[in-house]
Structure formats: structure tokens, C-alpha cells
């Protein structure tokens, strides 16, 4: 079992910016891609960003690209996502996920975390 906790979710006007992270224990980090989700009211949970267990491949929603990076920080076993130039479509209950295959990861990752509200103002 991996279990993962997302901390860094809060209210921020539009174009400012917001660093989720999110922690992961049990068992061993690696070689877990580690990924994020979003879901906003009314809306199905839809993929924002992954990261290889080597962190040598990212992966990006096209509504994020190049606003958003997801990094890993293996000695804390963290995944980060760094949020700027935010926008109100970006609110949204974001969610932190796992799973040993990069392509599970982006569709049906078997590992969740409970997540964490982001709220844009415009």
C-alpha cells in the first residue's frame, strides 16, 4: 500500500501562483510514477500532471502546459506541483496519485490521496 497526503491547496487571486505537494509512505517510493488530478464542482476528476519514478519524463494536461511543473523530491519521498499564471477554471479539488505504470497513472492510477482545494479568484 502507498499512502499519500496532499498539503499546499488555498485561495489565490488570479495570476498568482500556489506550490501543492504531496506526500508519500508505506511502501517503497520508487518505482511509483507519481501524478495530479483535478476535479471541479459538477466536473469529472480530469488528469493535470505526472512524473516518471525516474523524473526523467513529465507528463502535461495541454490546459496546463507551461503554467504548471511537477517535480519529485526522492529523500523526502515528495511529488510538488508548482501552479502559476492561475486562472478561476483552474479551482478545483486537486488530487495526488500513484501507480507503477505511467500510462495507468494518467487514466486510472490505483493509488490516491484524500486532496486539497484550490480556489482561484478572478
Known amino acids: 500500500q502507498v499512502q499519500l497526503v496532499e498539503s499546499g491547496g488555498g485561495l489565490v487571486q488570479a495570476g498568482g501562483s500556489l506550490r501543492l505537494s504531496c506526500a508519500a509512505s508505506g511502501r517503497t517510493f520508487s518505482p511509483y510514477g507519481m501524478g495530479w488530478f483535478r476535479q471541479a464542482p459538477g466536473k469529472e476528476r480530469e488528469f493535470v500532471a505526472a512524473i516518471s519514478w525516474s523524473g526523467a519524463n513529465t507528463y502535461y494536461a495541454d490546459s496546463v502546459k507551461g503554467r504548471f511543473t511537477i517535480s519529485r523530491e526522492y529523500r523526502k519521498n515528495t511529488v510538488s506541483l508548482q501552479m502559476n499564471s492561475l486562472k478561476p477554471e483552474d479551482t478545483a479539488v486537486y488530487y495526488c496519485?500513484?501507480?507503477?505504470?505511467?500510462?495507468?497513472?494518467?487514466?486510472?492510477?490505483?493509488?490516491w490521496g484524500q486532496g486539497t482545494q484550490v480556489t482561484v479568484s478572478s
Open positions: 496519485a500513484a501507480d507503477k505504470s505511467i500510462t495507468v497513472l494518467t487514466t486510472q492510477p490505483g493509488y
